[in-house]
C-alpha cells in the first residue's frame, strides 16, 4: 500500500478510550480512517462504523501521510514503531500521547531520523470533549507543520500552538497536570473528610464549587504582586497558614481520614516558616519550591 497524501484521510494508532474518540471523531468529519491498535478488538465499533483496520503497524503508516499516535506514553510508541521504522519515511507524526517535554524532544529526533515529521500536542480533553471545540490541545514543533496540518488537528480539538521546541507543548500540558492532580486529588481528600463526618459529596459539591472558582481571584490577586517579587505579609502570613493547616491535619486525623496530603501542605508552609518567613505571605513558598 502506497501512502495517500489526502486531507481527509487519516491513520490513528492507539484505540485506547482518546485514539477511539479521535478516530470516531475523524469518521464523523467524513474522513478515511485507518486504525491500528495492540488489541484489536478495540477497533470493532470503529470498523462497524467504516474505519479500516491495518493488518500490521507497517501497512497502518503507509495509508496515509499523517498519523496520529494517542499512546500511554512515548516508550508505547518506541515499541509499536520501532519493528516499521522502514514505513515512516514521508509522514507526519502527531504524537498525543503524554510524557515529559524530554521525551518530546527526545521523540521528534527519532523521528526525524527516519524521515518523519513529528508535531507534539498535549491534549486537555477527556475523551468526551474531542470533536469539539470547547477544549484545546497544546501543539509545537515547525510551525509550518502545524499550520499545514491545523485543518486535520481542529477536527479533534481546539488548538494552542506553542512553539518550536517540541518539548513545548508537553511543558505546557505538564503545568496543567500538576494543577490539575494536585487540585482534584485535595477535592478528593476533602470529600473523604466530609464523609468521614457524615456529610454527602452532593452536600458538600456547591461548597467546594465556590472554594475551587473563587481559587481565580486569589491568581488575580497574588501574580502581579510574586511577578514584583512581592511577598509582604500584608493581607495573610505564613504563620496563620501553619496554624489553620495544623487545624486541618488535626480535624483529618480525629475523622479517622488518612492526613498525609494535608500534612505535606503543612510541611512546606512549616519549612517555610523555619526559613525565617513566618511574616511573608504563602506566595512566599513560590520560591521556597522553585530553590
Ligand atoms: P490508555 O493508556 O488507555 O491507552 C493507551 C493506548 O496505548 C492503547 O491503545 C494501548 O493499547 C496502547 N499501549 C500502551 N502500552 C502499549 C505497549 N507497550 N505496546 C503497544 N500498545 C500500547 O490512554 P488513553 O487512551 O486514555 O489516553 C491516550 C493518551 O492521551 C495518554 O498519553 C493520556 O495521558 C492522554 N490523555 C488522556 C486523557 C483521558 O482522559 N483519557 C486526557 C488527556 C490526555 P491496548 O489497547 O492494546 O492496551
Known sequence: MSAVNNPSSVTVIGLGPMGRAMAGAYLDAGYHVTVWNRTASRADDLVARGAVLAATVDEALRANEAVVLSLTDYTAMYTILEPAVAALDGRVLVNLSSDTPEQ???????????????LTGGVQTPPSGIGTQEFGTFYSGPRDLFEEYEGLLKVLTDTDYRGEDPGLAALYYQLQMDLFWTTLTAWLHTAALADANGISLSELKPLATATLTGMGQ?????TPRIEAGDHGGDVDRISMAVASLDHVVHTTRDSGVDPALPSAVLEAFRRAAAEGYQDDSLTRLFEVFGR
Do not use: S, V
Open 218 to 222: 486569589f491568581l488575580d490577586f497574588y
Open 104 to 118: 518530546a524532544r527526545e521523540g521528534a529526533a527519532w523521528a526525524a531520523k527516519h524521515g518523519a515529521r513529528h
